[in-house]
């Protein structure tokens, strides 16, 4: 399951590296991000990764300030959880050539 949170552009107040992304909304709750989450080797190397897409999305987001009108604060934030069935596959094959690898080594 991937959850997923959907706030529009007029909502959001910063854009920040903590311990990975971090986004800031003008309510002054915190929304972090599972795919660019905080670690140990992001943490020593100081999140260069997180750095670029954090200086992307302030871009993109000073891009769609300059070029539109003030924006109305959304009526609510859309939360989803979204099922991949990716993951219950990979567990499903490593299952079965764990099983394949039992027969060939009798």
Known sequence: MTPSIT????????????????????DGRKVGSVSYGGSV???????????????RMQAARAQFQAGSPEQPTAA??????????????CIVAVFEAIALLSLLIR
Do not use: C, M, Q, T
Not at 44 to 53: E, S, T, V
């Open 41 to 55: 080797g992001g943490a020593l190397a100081g999140y260069p990764r997180i750095k670029r897409a954090v200086a």
């Open 76 to 89: 609510g934030h859309y939360r989803r959880i979204e099922f991949s069935p990716r993951a219950l596959l």
């Open 7 to 26: 706030f529009p552009w007029a909502d959001l107040a910063e854009i920040n590296v903590g311990n990975g992304l971090v986004f800031r909304l003008r």
